[in-house]
């Protein structure tokens, strides 16, 4: 630790004309370097005009990136509601809370906020303070006559400045890149929430539609069981032989085989969405497990989906961002072929003794501006010009096939509920003539008018036909939340009558 003396007022008075001469020659100093940069930026603004010559190409004037349409969040527009499901509109709420996806995209946009003001820092000066002290020892012996070896010993105070002045506009460059990256981020994390939603809606409409045909499997058992009955009784009145009965019996012991695999992917379902929400199943469990009605799945969609509209998607969004940034790097690149101003500066006082350490010539400082231009260096530039601009011509191309596939997503998930729809209606007939079939054929067994194995085809018939209209209802749930997910948000989907 430092330890300094005292010094008197009369030591003081003494040194104050010293301070303020010091203060007036750093002034002149600081004002002869401000004309030699001033004459410096009057040069290289007429280099800056004919920069052209210098480059095998030129840049645009301008590089906007006008955005016209801007994300939906589901937080937003709460598209769940059309299902008028109050669990799921719960579970996607505390999903958007807690998931840890949603957090870890948060953090990266406040990452890319870090760098940007990174990347800002640049347009300022760097300052830097030092205090110290050395002791060195020299030889004696290192001429032709010994002598004595010296000793020496200070103490040091000083401060260091360095300036690079954004002439060119390379820091600007950079900061746009960096502002591209940050909105990048943002946009990652619209895609992540809108994802998640999706995922959570998906899961749950799957949760119902395997609750619904356990429900239906049990509705089978209970008249399956009744047949098993009818044939039993048949046999004991010896009306009907035993292979009706043990033909009955496998029909129900089918029915009964498919719950455990029913039952087990509604646990399942429930431990995907317990995950999606970041919380136990246990917590889930209790809610999920008892059977709700599936939402209504006949829904209003406009037809046409306007082109602005598929804007919005993250992956467009990002798409475009991306190419925004390398257009940015290019710029940057561009900036390398220009000369750099620099102004460097140090100020200090160095003393054998601490005390002094502001004395009458204890000061020294020095301030260098510098013009550097790169005159040549093996094409290096050239090729990182290059390759910045092949990056931009690879982004445009990424863009153009991103927006494509958009446009197919959108149009496969609306031909798939178009055509989910259709389907629907027909089987419901199917199912509505299966019964049909299987009650008759039932009342014809009874009657003794027609064989056993009718009954049996009937009622396997019905069940395969239910079964297969409950899927369906639940397809056209599901592709209901990816035509949503297509079109990346904002689309209200407004419920049918």
Not at 33 to 57: H, K, R
Not at 256 to 261: E, I, N, T, V, Y
Not at 353 to 366: E, I, T, V, W
Not at 400 to 425: H, K, R
Request: hydrophobic share 40%.
């Amino acid at each position: 630790m430092l330890h300094y003396n005292s010094v008197s007022i009369y030591e003081t008075d003494l040194r104050l004309p010293l301070i303020r001469k010091f203060i007036s020659d750093m002034a002149h100093s600081l004002l002869r370097v401000f004309f030699v940069a001033a004459s410096a930026l009057c040069s290289l603004e007429t280099i800056a005009d004919n920069s052209n010559i210098l480059t095998a190409d030129s840049l645009p004037a301008s590089w906007q990136m006008t955005q016209q349409c801007y994300q939906t969040l589901p937080t937003d527009d709460a598209w769940w509601h059309s299902f008028q499901d109050p669990i799921l509109t719960e579970l996607i709420e505390k999903a958007v809370k807690n998931n840890y996806n949603i957090a870890s995209a948060i953090k990266r946009i406040d990452m890319a906020e870090q760098i940007i003001k990174q990347a800002a820092s640049a347009y300022y000066p760097t300052l830097s303070a030092s205090v110290g002290w050395s002791y060195s020892q020299d030889s004696g012996a290192t001429e032709k006559t010994v002598v004595p070896s010296s000793r020496n010993s200070s103490f040091s105070l000083g401060a260091d400045m360095n300036w690079e002045i954004d002439v060119f506009g390379r820091v600007r460059q950079n900061v746009k890149a960096k502002k591209a990256a940050y909105h990048i981020a943002r946009a990652d994390y619209d895609a992540v929430i809108i994802s998640l939603c999706a995922d959570v809606a998906t899961a749950y409409l799957q949760l119902r539609t395997a609750q619904r045909q356990i429900q239906m499997a049990n509705e089978h058992i209970e008249y399956q069981q009744r047949v098993v009955k009818i044939t039993e009784a048949r046999f004991d009145a010896e009306l009907g032989d035993m292979l009706d009965v043990t033909q009955a019996r496998i029909v129900l012991y089918s029915t009964q085989s498919s719950l455990p695999s029913l039952e087990a992917k509604v646990k399942t379902l429930i431990n995907s969405i317990s995950v999606l929400l970041g919380e136990s199943p246990d917590q889930l469990s209790e809610k999920l497990i008892h059977p709700m009605p599936m939402p209504g799945f006949v829904q209003q969609i406009s037809a046409g989906v306007p082109a602005d509209i598929l804007r919005r998607r993250p992956d467009i969004v990002q798409a475009e961002l991306q190419l925004g940034e390398y257009a940015a790097l290019l710029g940057v690149a561009k900036k390398d072929f220009l000369p750099t101003l620099s102004l460097s500066g140090s100020i200090g006082t160095s003393a054998h003794k601490a005390q002094n350490l502001f004395g009458a010539h204890s000061l020294y400082y020095s301030v260098a501006p510098q013009l550097s231009w790169t005159i040549f260096d093996g094409l290096a530039r050239n090729a990182r010009s290059a390759e910045a601009r092949l990056q931009m011509e690879a982004a445009i191309d990424d863009y153009n096939m991103t927006v494509l596939n958009a446009l197919q997503e959108v149009d496969n998930a609306l031909i798939q509920y178009n055509t989910a729809l259709t389907t629907i209606t027909l089987q419901k007939k199917v199912v509505e003539q299966s019964y049909k079939s299987m009650v008759m054929s039932v009342d014809l067994y009874k009657s003794g008018l027609t064989a056993f194995s009718n009954v049996v085809d009937g009622q396997m018939s019905f069940l395969a036909n239910q079964n297969s209209l409950v899927e369906l209802e639940g397809s056209a749930l599901t592709t209901l939340v990816s035509i949503y997910k297509s079109l990346g948000g904002g689309w209200t989907i407004a419920c049918g009558k």
